[in-house]
């Protein structure tokens, strides 16, 4: 039988060799073809290397480092997929709305979820605006009240609006990312920032309304709202389901229920990004221009339709996506 | 089936049918990494927003918002994008993993899909709760593989990438004698996971003082040598002995 140091004189220097290979950091599919299957082959070589270290027990360090040498390579060598330009437009194009009516249901509980508090929140404000002081304080809502007395029909300076997309960007799409993430905790999280989201904006828009300025908000939102508020439901809809996985497993484990879920989960949550990532740019530039009103409204008809239209319509009988 | 394994480890079996094992990162390097990679995402901030000031100083009135509102979603970026960018373009790493020689894979030692990435970054939102990851730490320290909630939305492993080097054969000094030899079995009876532990203890003796070698060994003799009926007159020499014994390895002549 082989001994521990014949073994170690015969396969070092192979050993040696994929170490020193595998030293740069460039990822291995940017080098030398000859190095590529260089490091090929030491890895399946070392692999059986490591199972006989194992079988003859040469001892605890010997296999030790195999391993940790073997799952560097292995690392190195089962490289990710790379980027490609097909796969986005494929998402875009059919994945994502496939993947939207397939969660009709969840994405129906959560537009109520989201939509009754606001309706409840805007309503109650209206009859008596005291209210919108049980949600927002009232410094908050007096300066959104000002905000909103001017109107648009002076514009706005490039400046002002791109530094207001900035902050669209980062509160919105913020805001959408936390109604999804906090799902995992059974849901709750999900449902408690839908329902905070829904009052705050629903006594917001009360609030403006009772002011005298209703028709500058509602008419500020109409562009960006069908995307933007579309969207933060569909993240906390992903939320719920998130939620709902780790209730009902249908038989598996709550992290094998959770697995299943996630490919479905990440469809949601890229899709609705990218919604919030077209309403940040129309909320910047084109809701705050001095566009008359009736365009405004118009556009606004004409994206909402548009979005429906892709809701239910787009990507129907395409393959769904390996 | 499954024995519990002596270090924090994930088998993976992989295409070539050798099963290997990664080593698991702990809660302790990770929360450094992750601090590196707050630091550099400062920095970020920071170069941008002296980007942004000297832009201001250098010209026109408009340009302070247009500095002000990239600044914010540059923030964004930073704020979400960070470690899903880096992770796609570093196969599972960002600069702190990096520096701390840490990879997310996921569970079965694949790369990771873009989907993945997202999910267990977007998931910090909520591992970051109520402050300082503190829920996540505490998700972590009750898995058996470390994960925290991201992690298991996603299906992902943070593993350890820290090469081993190739030891001297073990040494017991001073040599086992006969006598000594004499009163234990020709072939004492352990399991290859206690083969394991004893050969990990022994290699580590000069790490340890003396009284924490006595300590670590008294909670191992006793066991075996009741299991076996023998006695012993030192607990660390006696798991020498027992390793030399049921390897024939351990001294110069027969290593």
């Not at chain 1, 595998?22 to 080098?31: A, G, I, N």
């Not at chain 1, 606001?118 to 000002?146: G, K, Q, W, Y």
């Not at chain 2, 599972?92 to 840490?102: C, D, E, N, P, T």
Request: proline share 5%; net charge positive.
């Amino acid at each position: 039988m082989q001994t521990r140091d014949e073994f170690v004189a015969q396969r070092q220097a192979r050993w040696d060799e994929l170490e020193r290979l595998l030293l740069p950091d460039t990822p291995l599919y940017r080098r030398e073809p000859r190095v590529i299957s260089r490091v090929g082959a030491l890895y399946r070589a070392l692999c059986s290397d490591l199972m006989r270290a194992r079988s003859l027990d040469f001892g605890q360090d010997i296999s030790d480092h195999l391993n940790a040498l073997a799952s560097r390579a292995h690392n190195a060598l089962y490289g990710p997929r790379p980027f490609s330009l097909r796969a986005v437009s494929h998402f875009l194009s059919a994945g994502f709305p496939q993947t939207l009516r397939r969660n009709w249901r969840t994405l129906a509980i959560a537009h109520l979820v989201f939509y009754l508090p606001l309706v409840i929140a805007c309503a109650a404000t209206m009859v008596d605006r005291r209210f919108a002081l049980n949600i927002l304080s009232p410094s908050v809502l007096e300066s959104m009240a000002s905000a909103y007395s001017e109107g648009f029909d002076a514009g706005r300076d490039g400046g002002v609006d791109s530094a207001m997309t900035g902050f669209y960007v980062y509160n919105n799409v913020g805001i959408a990312f936390r109604c999804f993430a906090t799902g995992v905790l059974f849901g709750v999280g999900s449902l408690f920032f839908m329902l905070y989201n829904g009052l705050t904006i629903g006594a917001t828009l009360g609030y403006v309304s009772v002011s005298g300025h209703g028709m500058n908000i509602f008419t500020f939102i109409c562009g960006h709202g069908p995307f933007e508020l579309t969207a933060i439901v569909i993240s906390g809809a992903a939320g719920l389901k998130m939620g709902y996985a780790l209730v009902a497993t249908h038989g598996a484990t709550r992290l094998g229920s959770l697995k299943a879920n996630a490919p479905e989960l990440a469809e949601l949550i890229l899709g609705a990004a990218t919604m919030l990532l077209i309403a940040a740019l129309i909320e910047g530039f084109w809701s705050p221009s001095s566009v008359p009103p009736p365009i405004k409204w118009a556009f606004s008809a004409a994206a909402s339709l548009g979005l429906l239209a892709y809701v239910i319509f787009a990507g129907r009988g395409s393959q769904r996506a390996a | 089936m499954r024995q519990p394994a002596l270090d924090t480890i994930a088998v993976v079996e992989t295409p070539e049918h050798v099963r290997f094992s990664f080593e698991l990162a702990g809660p302790a390097r990770r929360i450094a990494a992750y601090t590196l990679d707050l630091l550099v995402r400062a920095l970020l901030m920071a170069l941008f927003a002296v980007a942004g000031a000297l832009g201001g100083l250098a010209g026109a009135e408009g340009l302070s918002g247009v500095g002000a509102g990239l600044w914010l979603a540059l923030g964004f970026a930073v704020e979400w994008g960070y470690f899903v960018l880096l992770e796609s373009l570093m196969n599972g790493q960002s600069v702190g993993k990096r520096a701390m020689r840490l990879r997310v894979v996921t569970v079965d030692g694949r790369p990771l899909s873009f989907a993945q990435i997202v999910l267990r970054n977007l998931l910090r939102a909520t591992d970051v709760l109520p402050v300082f990851y503190a829920l996540g730490v505490l998700v972590m320290a009750q898995d058996r593989v470390f994960r925290r909630l991201g992690d298991m939305v996603a299906g992902t492993l943070v593993i350890s990438e820290q090469s081993k080097k190739l030891e001297e054969p073990l040494v017991i000094t001073p040599a086992p004698t006969p006598r000594e030899l004499y009163e234990l079995p020709q072939r004492p009876e352990l399991a290859p996971k206690e083969l394991e532990a004893i050969e990990r203890f022994l290699r580590r003796l000069n790490l340890y003082s003396g009284a924490r070698e006595l300590e670590l060994a008294e909670m191992v003799a006793p066991l075996l040598a009741r299991r076996m009926g023998l006695r012993y007159s030192h607990p660390v020499r006696f798991l020498a002995l027992l390793y030399h014994r049921a390897t024939r390895r351990g001294t110069r002549a027969n290593s």
